[in-house]
Each structure stands twice: as structure tokens, then as C-alpha cells.
């Protein structure tokens, strides 16, 4: 059987629409779901601010390799962390692809997150929960497997944003 086709008008629209309910508390299990490097990851809509097409960076010398630089949207200047890289994996490739996460507003910092690519809202009811396995990193919160048998892990942003080692960008 044929999926059918959807606009890029459409997808925007029910998307734009499932946000806004989602903000509204009418769905508040739906995640922004995310991939980072080999990762999936989801994250609270209430903690997720924009998500933006890859800008310009400017580097920034004498810092860690992950740290990719400042980014400038809308005339506001961002850190940017590369997620996959600061958790010591691969770099986040940048391409068209790749996406900011503007994840800082919240906690008053100017953050975000690079990604290699956003995959849309996720229900937790669409997902079951694994059996907690232990992980030393205190930004890693519940995990959960979806139909494909992808794993997914939810993200911590308070506790990602308040650890020393990230905020800790210049080489030693």
C-alpha cells in the first residue's frame, strides 16, 4: 500500500498545529524527538525552544573541540555545543540537514544545541520504557524503545546545561 503524499504546506500546518496543542497541555506526552550522532534523543516541548536551519558560525579559538562556536539569529548571539561531540562520539556533520536547538532561553543562557536532525513530535504512549540501565551522564533521563526498536533517551536539559564540563568550553 502507497503512503500518501503530503504537502510541505500540509506537513507545516499539522505541525504548527500539533505544537500549539502540544504547548497548550492538550498533549503532553508529545516530545520534539531528535538525533545526535548515533543517538535519538527526546526532549520537553516547555524545555525546547527554536529549532533552526544550521547558520553561519563564527569559531571561537582556544576552546574545546565540540564547542562549534557563536551563532547570530536574529541579532542574538548563541553558544553553540555540538551534542554528539561533547558526549564524545563523532562530530555532528554541518549540512542541510543539521539543526540548532535553541534550548537555553529558559535557564537565562544564550545555548544551543547542534544536531545532526529533527524527527518531528513523539508520543511516549507509542513508546515502551527500557529497564533503566545505568548511565553516569546526569542529563540522561528515561529511556524508551519505539515500534522500530529504536532506542530513544530523554534529555535532561537543566542538567546538561548546569554541568561544569559544559560550561567549561576553553582548552585546559
Known sequence: MA????????????LVQRLTSARAGQSTRALLGVQSGR?????DLADSGEIVPLP???????TKPWFCG????????YSVVDLSAFQGSEA???NADSRLLIVGGRFGINAALLVNRTLGLRSLEQMEPRAAEADPRPWV???YDDA??????????????SQPDYLDIGLS
Not at 503512503?3 to 499539522?14: A, D, I, N, P, V
Not at 557563536?70 to 548571539?77: C, F, S, V, Y
Not at 522500530?148 to 546545561?161: I, M, T, V
Request: charged share 25%.
Open 92 to 94: 555532528t556533520p554541518q
Open 56 to 62: 553561519p558560525l563564527t569559531g571561537v579559538p582556544l
Open 3 to 14: 503512503k500518501k503524499k503530503l504537502s510541505l504546506r500540509e506537513f507545516q500546518e499539522s
Open 39 to 43: 543517538d535519538y534523543w527526546l526532549l
Open 141 to 143: 533521563g528515561e529511556q
Open 70 to 77: 557563536m551563532a547570530n539569529i536574529r541579532g542574538t548571539l
Open 148 to 161: 522500530q526498536g529504536n532506542a530513544w533517551k530523554r534529555l535532561n536539559l537543566k542538567n546538561l546545561l
